[in-house]
């Protein structure tokens, strides 16, 4: 089974479970999206992109969508079915049907679900998605290596560290940041970070 035989950019993938709904992000979801921009600026901290107003959401959206068209990544938007609302987005991106890798970041959540389980449950089903549908063999996460919580989540599903890209991209303020790689293979999936995972759901 070869990953470029199955991922297919141009079909609409939903994933979901009782919890979490993951759906394709598309140019209208700003409007679903907004209120989080507006109330909830600290969310953004960490973002590569500057997004302090509803049209630079836009801006990131459009963007997300146009590498979908260029057949580099795949962006979902979150709904939590327990709130009833969006609220959230994450992707595949740096995908490589030749290689079967992916990305899997650009993950951000509204405070109102930090520490509920929602995040758990979109990894489980994407990554479940990625190495059992799609055939993937490595799925790589990198964060900011400044990012102590979201490194801690990764680390607390099964990541392992591969180590510290030094002075790796540019911020909004014109500083660099260093860049922590973390990767989960297809067979450490298998023999320990599915189970590890499920029995984190709740």
């Given at each position: 089974?070869?990953?470029?035989?199955?991922?297919?950019?141009?079909?609409?993938?939903?994933?979901?479970?009782?919890?979490?709904?993951?759906?394709?992000?598309?140019?209208?979801?700003?409007?679903?999206?907004?209120?989080?921009?507006?109330?909830?600026?600290?969310?953004?901290?960490?973002?590569l992109?500057?997004?302090?107003?509803?049209?630079?959401?836009?801006?990131?959206?459009?963007?997300?969508?146009?590498?979908?068209?260029?057949?580099?990544?795949?962006?979902?938007?979150?709904?939590?079915?327990?709130?009833?609302?969006?609220?959230?987005?994450?992707?595949?991106?740096?995908v490589?049907?030749?290689?079967?890798?992916?990305?899997?970041?650009?993950?951000?959540?509204?405070?109102?679900?930090?520490?509920?389980?929602?995040?758990?449950?979109?990894?489980?089903?994407?990554?479940?998605?990625?190495?059992?549908?799609?055939?993937?063999?490595?799925?790589?996460?990198r964060?900011?290596?400044?990012n102590?919580?979201?490194?801690?989540?990764?680390?607390?599903?099964?990541c392992?560290?591969?180590?510290?890209?030094?002075?790796?991209?540019p911020?909004?303020?014109?500083?660099?940041?260093?860049?922590?790689?973390?990767?989960?293979?297809?067979?450490?999936?298998?023999?320990?970070?599915?189970?590890?995972?499920?029995?984190?759901?709740?």
């Amino acid at each position: 089974m070869l990953v470029k035989d199955n991922f297919d950019f141009d079909l609409d993938y939903i994933l979901e479970d009782e919890r979490v709904k993951l759906m394709p992000l598309n140019c209208l979801d700003a409007a679903e999206l907004a209120v989080y921009v507006l109330t909830e600026p600290e969310i953004w901290k960490y973002s590569l992109v500057a997004i302090h107003k509803v049209e630079d959401l836009q801006g990131y959206i459009d963007a997300a969508i146009q590498s979908r068209n260029d057949k580099t990544a795949y962006p979902f938007i979150v709904f939590d079915k327990q709130l009833n609302k969006y609220v959230g987005s994450t992707r595949f991106y740096d995908v490589q049907l030749n290689f079967e890798t992916t990305q899997l970041g650009y993950t951000w959540y509204s405070k109102q679900v930090w520490g509920t389980g929602l995040n758990q449950h979109c990894k489980y089903l994407l990554l479940q998605f990625a190495f059992e549908q799609m055939g993937f063999k490595r799925i790589e996460f990198r964060a900011d290596n400044e990012n102590k919580r979201s490194i801690a989540a990764m680390q607390k599903m099964g990541c392992t560290v591969e180590g510290v890209l030094r002075s790796h991209l540019p911020k909004p303020d014109g500083s660099r940041r260093d860049s922590i790689v973390l990767s989960i293979t297809k067979e450490e999936w298998e023999q320990k970070v599915k189970d590890l995972l499920k029995k984190q759901l709740v």
